[in-house]
């Protein structure tokens, strides 16, 4: 059921051209994982090799990300449903304008509206200035609940591509940080009674 009405939203994006990014995509990505009630990733937008798959973070930050799922237990194909501001791949994987972000919204609403997940994770400035108004930086407010759509409790972390240009696992470092808020995302997780 739930599956059958993502099926639908994704078969609606994969004729858009509602923004220009229509015309230079090579795939529509529109999700990855399992479509669930509790737990939902919001990326970016695809990059190379999301754009050349279909599939979201399938390139070194995806690997990343999913080293950082599963060290709290958590993989892709089991618990998370993971998706992007975008779901087509902006040039030289140029920032996504704000224009394309409008465009793109209704997809992503409707992607929520259907899941109501208990969980969204925010991953990256796009995400977060997608849905937390006023908000600018990441580290600010990374780490802290609020709340979403649907009664969801919704976290800002940083993108695992910040992190591969950080190395450091120092306390205090983006990667220590991560290792903070990937925590507390799993302690909430295992609150949930949903399935
Ligand atoms: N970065 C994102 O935010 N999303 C992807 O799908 C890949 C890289």
């Keep these: 059921m739930m599956e059958q009405e993502l099926e639908k939203i994704k078969e609606q994006c994969l004729g858009c051209q509602k923004c220009p990014l229509g015309q230079t995509r090579t795939n529509i990505v529109f999700s990855d994982g399992r479509p669930n009630h509790k737990l939902m990733l919001i990326g970016e937008a695809p990059g190379f090799n999301e754009d050349q798959t279909g599939k979201p973070f399938v390139g070194r930050a995806g690997q990343l990300l999913d080293k950082i799922l599963a060290s709290v237990g958590l993989s892709r ?23 394309e972000k409008e465009a793109c919204r209704a997809y992503l609403d409707a992607q929520m509206a259907i899941l109501k997940p208990k969980i969204i994770i925010l991953c990256g400035k796009v995400a977060l200035t997608s849905f937390i108004t006023g908000a600018t930086s990441i580290s600010k407010i990374r780490g802290q609940w609020f709340d979403g759509p649907y009664g969801a409790k919704m976290m800002p972390i940083f993108h695992p591509s910040y992190l591969l240009r950080n190395q450091s696992k120092a306390p205090g470092s983006p990667k220590w940080l991560m290792w903070q808020d990937i925590q507390e995302i799993k302690r909430a997780y295992d609150e949930l009674a949903v399935d």
Excluded: A, G, M, Q
């Design 77 to 99: 194909e089991k618990d998370v449903y993971i998706c992007n501001t975008l779901k087509c791949r902006p040039p030289n994987n140029r920032d996504p304008l704000p224009s």
